[in-house]
């Protein structure tokens, strides 16, 4: 009989983990790039491993942004949901890549579409994390004028996750971009006041307010640093806190 190793402990036992649908596109301008939805699933089931129960918000910037479409004179309303209809189409790319590894997934919409995935019920979405299934939260709130940013800090509260975990192209919160700003500063730790208070670039307004609120840590890291979602959990890595 072999003895298969031990999880690394970590201090959390339940996370929300937001990442934008610019993130499945990879190199590509538009749209879904297979190969990269693949290993951001094998990201998630590496924690998984770990024991750590796991929601997720993606948002649909890679098909459909609400706000660019407003901006081209499409009616807001109108262009939002055309938005939360974008980020069901990366949610349900992400449930066949995580169920490809055999990782059971369920994709919760906040707009009924029964057909696909299963209407946001709150107890029911907590039981499906308490049975170690992957739960997507798709469609955003289900109302327009709000972001996916928002989503995700609603639905981590109300699954009662310990942190939010934000997937970005760098490795945490820095003053300036740090890919035009060889200066730019990096922070390790930084208030969520301190966010709204020099326009830092983590979430909206509304969701940090929304984590203050509700005192919910938002950790921020890279999506394209390899294993470091597990690092984080397992105490390692780079990243920043945004903290009460």
């Known amino acids: 009989m072999t003895e298969t190793a ?16 610019e993130a499945l596109m990879g190199d590509q301008g538009y749209g879904l790039h297979p190969p990269t939805v693949a290993r951001i699933a094998a990201e998630v089931k590496s924690v998984h491993d770990m024991g750590v129960e796991i929601a997720m918000v993606i948002g649909g910037g890679n098909i ?7 901006a081209q004179g499409m009616e807001r309303a109108t262009a939002d ?4 209809l974008a980020t069901v189409m990366n949610a349900l790319a992400m449930q066949a890549a995580l169920e490809d590894l055999k990782i059971h997934t369920r994709v919760i919409s906040a707009i009924p579409m029964d057909q696909v995935c299963e209407p946001y019920i709150r107890r029911r979405a907590i039981r499906h994390l308490e049975k170690s299934r992957v739960v997507i939260f798709a469609a955003g709130t289900g109302n327009p004028y709000f972001t996916t940013d928002t989503a995700a800090t609603l639905r981590a509260n109300e699954m009662g996750c310990q942190a ?60 394209d640093e390899p294993g ?13 806190t945004v903290h009460p």
């Open 81 to 84: 949901y055309m938005g939360m």
């Open 164 to 223: 939010i975990f934000k997937g970005t192209k760098v490795d945490g919160v820095y003053d300036k971009d740090p890919k035009k700003n060889p200066d730019a500063k990096r922070y390790d730790r930084v208030t969520y006041d301190e966010v709204l208070q020099k326009h830092l670039a983590v979430m909206d307004a509304s969701a940090i307010a929304l984590a203050r609120d509700n005192a919910l840590p938002i950790i921020v890291f890279s999506l």
């Open 64 to 70: 459909f942004r609400g706000l660019q479409g407003s």
């Open 6 to 21: 031990a999880a690394p402990a970590t201090k959390y036992s339940r996370v929300l983990l937001k990442i934008s649908g």
């Open 228 to 240: 470091g979602f597990r690092g984080i959990l397992a105490g390692q890595g780079t990243y920043t």
